[in-house]
């Protein structure tokens, strides 16, 4: 797969029933293995929506409309700093709540039927599982971030056939599936109302959450509960196990050192971690990326389209959302300055990966040229040695997907 899978299922949905399994690899990366050669015009359709192989921002009349354009952060219709308003929402979920309380809005107000996003699995607490909500309490039970693989789009065709208006609420790669699946299947603008992001620091290895496990000598069939964090701004790394035992990470403990984050090949060459083609894109909202302690619950709130701006102002009408004061593209910089740097480095280091003769995405309507021109040319120049290094080395793809071999209990991962 080259290192460009992100473990989405849109494949496996596109592919019909049977063709395609998502297995758990040895990596930890949840990955489709075919059960027998597709045929060609389904393998054509799954290429052209994958978001390994075409990235598309948002359409050029949408930049041209909207009220800012930045070449890094994209179209903006409203950016401000807010949170949900509910203090359970706020809590409960892992930074200000906001994109919990857009999806309780959206059922409780009748805009959509149910609300497509990811939850832990209830039967294998540390793994994350598509869930379908149909009510506000539901949505509640899925807050809080969850950083190892999901296969949030794994019968997204299903959910097409309902023929009900839905609003997805996901990561930026499986939103920009969704749009390329858009170009082929009309129903998914007929269907889907709304796509809600986060800003994504990138889709850990399941290894990474083995290792904590290993911290506290437990295993992962003892856990009764598994959150990254949450219950606070951003909160602990909580562990539960059946028989009553407890133990805790701090968010810095687990994740101050980059080299360890454990991130799947692909979201290091992520063009778009910032949702750009969502409807309304929710970021953290701690200085340089990191909280120092816990925090003020809070977050940037990116409005990208008009459709967004109309459900964020009913949302701050309803009282669902607060608004602590407007920001622009300068704070939400500082606040989100990996993002910055990343955006600034992805077309250098795409280059860097052709060079090494190895393929990459193809990727359109993201200004990465502009980004990269905010560079200097010794940036770039290292960026994209480093990645041509790095895919000669074989650190920027993976190995031929083969399943674990112990068995989830579900059959799935």
């Known amino acids: 797969m080259n290192g460009l899978c992100i473990g989405c299922g849109l494949c496996r949905s596109m592919a019909g029933t049977g063709e395609i399994d998502m297995v758990m690899t040895p990596e930890g990366r949840e990955r489709p293995v075919a059960k027998r050669p597709l045929d060609r015009p389904t393998l054509m359709r799954i290429n052209a929506v994958c978001p390994g192989t075409r990235i598309a921002g948002p359409p050029p009349a949408q930049l041209r409309e909207a009220r800012l354009a930045d070449p890094v952060w994209g179209p903006v219709e409203r950016l401000v700093l807010g949170r949900a308003a509910d203090s359970t929402v706020r809590f409960i979920g892992s930074g200000g709540g906001t994109l919990t309380a857009l999806g309780q809005l959206l059922l409780n107000s009748g805009r959509v039927k149910f609300v497509l996003h990811v939850a832990a699995s209830r039967a294998e607490p540390m793994r994350t599982e598509r869930r379908l909500s149909f009510d506000a309490a539901s949505v509640l039970e899925g807050a809080g971030s969850r950083y190892g693989p999901a296969a949030t789009l794994v019968d997204f065709n299903d959910i097409i056939d309902r023929g009900e208006p839905f609003a997805l609420i996901a990561k930026p790669c499986d939103i920009t599936a969704v749009r390329n699946l858009a170009r082929l299947d009309p129903r998914v603008d007929r269907y889907m109302r709304y796509a809600l992001a986060f800003v994504c620091g990138g889709a850990s290895d399941l290894t990474k959450s083995e290792q ?202």
């Open 212 to 413: 904590v496990l290993q911290r506290f000598g437990l295993r992962e069939d003892e856990l009764a509960l598994f959150r990254y964090r949450g219950h606070g701004n951003p909160g602990p790394n909580r562990i539960e196990t059946m028989d009553g035992r407890a133990f805790e990470i701090g968010y810095r403990q687990l994740w101050e050192d980059e080299d360890k984050w454990m991130i799947q090949p692909r979201c290091k060459i992520c063009p778009d971690a910032i949702g750009q083609v969502a409807d309304i894109a929710v970021s953290d909202a701690w200085l340089n990326g990191g909280p120092a302690v816990e925090d003020e619950p809070l977050n940037g709130i990116i409005v990208r389209t008009k459709r967004g701006l109309e459900l964020f102002d009913a949302a701050v009408e309803a009282g669902v959302l607060q608004i602590k004061r407007e920001t622009d593209i300068a704070e939400i910089r500082e606040l989100q300055s990996h993002q910055v740097r990343k955006r600034r480095a992805v077309w250098a280091r795409l280059k860097g990966i052709q060079i090494a003769g190895k393929p990459v995405p193809f990727v359109s309507d993201l200004a990465l040229r502009a980004c990269a021109s905010q560079n200097s040319l010794a940036e770039n120049l290292a960026e994209g040695r480093g990645a041509r290094d790095r895919a000669r080395r074989g650190r920027l793809g993976e190995p031929p997907v083969r399943p674990r071999k112990t068995l989830v209990k579900d059959g799935r991962s």
